[in-house]
């Protein structure tokens, strides 16, 4: 069974940064493409962006530029480095994984196997 684990959310000013976390459990993490989503409150949730497994990443237009993802195949985890914070990143985050999607479904949360609980992320004006 593969546990995905969030951490880093917080309250943070607008203009501010945050680094996100999310944990695997597994040996097979580095065959996984996984992902990160959220879900603000009274809206569906959101692609933000994906890193394959080959480390290459893929950005929604709404967080490009300000958003980083990366991953550490080694250690099983995946990171999200968000800068630029404004109240619309208010949102609850999650990480997703799947070990077989290609780049039309990346945004589909119905094609990840996987998902964690969620950190939340609130940004103050």
């Known amino acids: 069974q593969v546990q995905l684990i969030e951490s880093g959310g917080g309250l943070v000013q607008a203009g501010g940064s945050l680094r996100l976390s999310c944990a695997a459990s597994?040996?097979?993490?580095?065959?996984?493409?996984t992902s990160w989503f959220r879900q603000a409150p009274g809206k569906e949730r959101e692609f933000v962006a994906a890193?394959?497994?080959?480390?290459?990443?893929y950005y929604s237009d709404s967080v490009k530029g300000r958003v980083t993802i990366s991953r550490d195949n080694a250690k099983g985890t995946m990171y999200l480095q968000m800068n630029d914070l404004t109240s619309e990143d208010t949102a609850v985050y999650y990480c997703a994984a799947s070990q077989s999607i290609i780049l039309s479904s990346i945004r589909t949360s119905t094609y990840y196997n996987y998902w964690g609980q969620g950190t939340q992320v609130t940004v103050s004006s």
């Open positions: 890193v394959f497994r080959n480390g290459n990443p």
């Open positions: 597994g040996r097979t993490f580095n065959m996984w493409t």
